[in-house]
């Protein structure tokens, strides 16, 4: 296996939670992640899926520094991050960036364009101003927009436009990679596909690594080149995009895609529908033994209430599979033969 | 003869960056216990021509300009504010987008419920008790009995919006007005509701409006589609023919650009160019012009008219806003 670029094993970020005690601390932890691990290749997507609050955004916010990560690594072309105070972290941040979900909120509305493509340069010293602006101008060529509105502000840019900007100020200090946040769920659709083939487009151009955090799966189907899926903190299942889509291997995976409504009105009556009973649950009480059991459409299918008890782990399937799952089901869908291929 | 016939409603707004004709317009009829699909990006005008059925335009700034709705032989635009609350949440209900800020976080979920029965049927308080555990009971909450004393902020979104359509669907309404009921919902709730949607449409035959941006959602749920670009209808056709064959370049446009769950196609996507129109400075013409492949010199002259493309089945006529295509159906 190649050298990863961004490698992140068994990561958790627990928050306090629940009764307040009489020093004015927590009894409670929320486990929002819960011992993820996976690693990103230079020019790779993985696309991150799940339910809200399933804890993918938490993974965005402490990889990038946001937020401290509660334990596990983070490590950056062999550099370790978590751990590290801000000051320390300065450094690798500009090789880590974000684009967050609302192109509304993520813009200082008091703020040019050229001040807010600028800013990075100026934070990290890299750029005199008059160096900024042309960055800026060059900035906005390189997401599609007119290099002469820099001084323009955010109101005056629609929301897709506004992505863009966002975009460009995540490349602004040329990173390496890109966490990206459900950076197109707050667009109108013919706005979306524009955004996902500019970020396809840049994917290429300068081989940057990805972290697609979405909950379109066709989104991520169509952007990805592997897919996690979270559930309650934890990753329970992992596979090439294909694979995934075409043979998920966990009950939640399928009924996920099941789940999701098809643009096309033959298939979408047709098809086979699991609709799961209930609610995801609260993270503040996990079950305790597998998450995803008490939804479970096949969990008598296991003998001796084994997911009532334990804990799967996310395994692969074969000592050279990258298909990775968390369950205690036999394998029994008969399609992981023709995956292995 | 249709349940409601919407005849040329034009609502206006007045804003401080000028007058926006954000339904400007628009007919249709919806059949007793059909599903219509109402599909369009944000400011296409479609859920401010539901509001304007409903009566709940605000005025001001909104203005309705002209137009009728027609219900049981009554213009609903022309009725007096007593006769229209009889009407609201009795024949004609509504389930908004957001469970999370459409509930009253101050009542319990017993009293906003009993509300609606007290006021339109005039029952007594033990009575519409009873009638709302057994409403809680037929959208599928556990142990409705329990959760009438509960606070909205006590339930999971998707919860929330079961009582949402609970409440709707309390005075068995011939009209259900869905506002993208599953847009602030995750896919599996999702399912859950939609599921319940059509299981209740089967049960009592309740025709429902469903707006949405989700194309997924419109092809499982509606019988026709109906589509909206700019405060107008551009096309209107039977789901199936709509999906199988988009006649106005903005519905090709829209179908081509989602990107599809069940192909690993790794083409970029087909994106319609440019932005969204601004509703203050519409262009004369077709306001799809600026953006359409296809349009040519005259597109920028006059607004194309919604007109009948062919016969494409006997139930549902196929109509389209645009001249290219409908010239084509001729020749």
């Known amino acids: 296996m190649s050298a990863a670029l961004l490698e992140v094993t068994n990561l958790k970020k627990h928050f306090p939670a629940g009764e307040t005690t009489v020093l004015g601390g927590r009894k409670g932890r929320l486990r929002a992640v819960d011992g993820v691990s996976f690693s990103l290749e230079a020019g790779q997507c993985l696309g991150l899926v799940g339910e809200s609050g399933c804890g993918k955004s938490t993974v965005a916010r402490t990889l990038v520094g946001l937020q401290r990560a509660t334990s596990g690594s983070i490590k950056l072309d062999g550099q370790e991050l978590a751990g590290l105070s801000q000051r320390h972290w300065l450094p690798y941040r500009r090789r880590i960036q974000m684009i967050f979900q ?5 813009l200082d509305p008091r703020q040019t364009v050229a001040s807010i493509l600028g800013e990075p340069a100026k934070i990290h010293g890299l750029a005199k101003p008059r160096e900024r602006k042309l960055l800026a101008m060059r900035l906005l060529e390189v997401v599609g927009l007119n290099p002469r509105h820099i001084n323009r502000y955010p109101h005056e840019f629609s929301g897709g436009q506004r992505q863009r900007i966002g ?75 294909d694979e995934l889509f075409e043979a998920p291997l966990h009950p939640y995976t399928r009924a996920l895609l099941s789940a999701v409504p098809l643009p096309d009105p033959e298939q979408e009556r047709a098809r086979e529908r699991i609709v799961l ?26 003998p001796g209430d084994r997911c009532k008890r334990e804990s799967p782990q996310l395994e692969a399937l074969a000592p050279s599979s990258s298909r990775r799952r968390a369950c205690f089901l036999e394998n029994s869908w008969g399609k992981i033969q023709d995956c292995q291929k | 003869m249709a349940l409601l016939e919407v005849h040329d409603l034009v609502v206006r707004f007045d804003t401080h960056h000028g007058t926006v004709r954000a339904v400007d317009g628009v007919s249709f009829a919806l059949q007793e216990g059909e599903t219509l699909g109402l599909v ?34 009554s213009d609903l635009l022309k009725l007096s504010a007593p006769k229209m609350q009889a009407l609201r949440g009795n024949e004609i209900s509504m389930i908004f987008q957001d469970p999370m800020t459409s509930l009253n976080p101050l009542l319990t979920i017993g009293r906003q419920l009993a509300e609606v029965l007290e006021v339109h049927r005039g029952l007594g308080r033990k009575q519409a008790r009873e009638s709302c555990a057994k409403a809680l ?94 405060g107008r209808l551009v096309e209107a056709a039977a789901t199936v023919d709509l999906f199988r064959d988009p006649r106005h370049p903005y519905t090709a446009g829209l179908l081509d650009s989602i990107p599809r769950l069940s ?39 006059a607004v194309p008219l919604l007109e009948s493309i062919e016969q494409a089945t006997a139930t549902s006529p196929r109509l389209a806003a645009c001249p290219l295509t409908n010239s084509e159906a001729r020749s």
């Open chain 1, 102 to 106: 609302d192109p509304y909120a993520s």
């Open chain 1, 167 to 241: 975009i460009a100020r995540a490349l602004a200090l040329e990173p390496q990679v890109l966490i990206c946040d459900e950076p197109v769920s707050a667009l109108d659709v013919s706005i979306q596909a524009q955004i996902i083939n500019l970020l396809d487009e840049l994917k290429e151009r300068f081989s940057l690594a990805y972290l697609f955090i979405a909950h379109d799966l066709a989104v991520v189907r169509h952007i990805s080149d592997s897919v996690a899926v979270m559930y309650l903190g934890k990753v329970v299942e992992q596979a090439p995009r």
């Open chain 1, 277 to 302: 009973s209930g609610d995801v649950p609260s993270p503040l009480s996990p079950p305790p033994g597998c998450a995803f059991e008490p939804r479970c459409p096949r969990r008598a299918e296991v």
């Open chain 2, 40 to 73: 369009g990006e944000s400011g296409s005008g479609k859920s401010v021509t539901n509001l304007a059925l409903m009566g709940l335009v605000p005025q001001p700034p909104g203005v309705i300009e002209s137009g009728s709705v027609l219900y049981e032989g």
């Open chain 2, 137 to 230: 009971g037929d959208v599928g909450i556990p142990e409705p009995e329990s959760r009438l004393d509960q606070y909205p902020h006590e339930m999971s979104g998707g919860m929330r919006q079961r009582i949402m359509i609970a409440m709707a669907l309390l005075c068995d309404p011939r009209v259900l007005i869905a506002d993208e009921p599953t847009t602030a919902l995750d896919v599996t709730i999702q399912a859950q509701i939609l599921e319940l949607m059509r299981d209740l449409q089967q049960r009592r035959g309740t025709a429902i409006i469903l707006i949405t941006h989700d194309l997924g959602v419109v092809a499982g749920m509606s019988d026709r589609v109906h589509v909206m670009y700019a």
């Open chain 2, 263 to 301: 192909t690993s196609e790794v083409e970029p996507l087909k994106s319609i160019a440019g932005q969204p129109p601004d509703l203050a400075a519409l262009p004369a013409g077709c306001a799809f012009a600026p953006r359409c492949e296809q349009a040519i010199s005259s597109c920028n002259e």
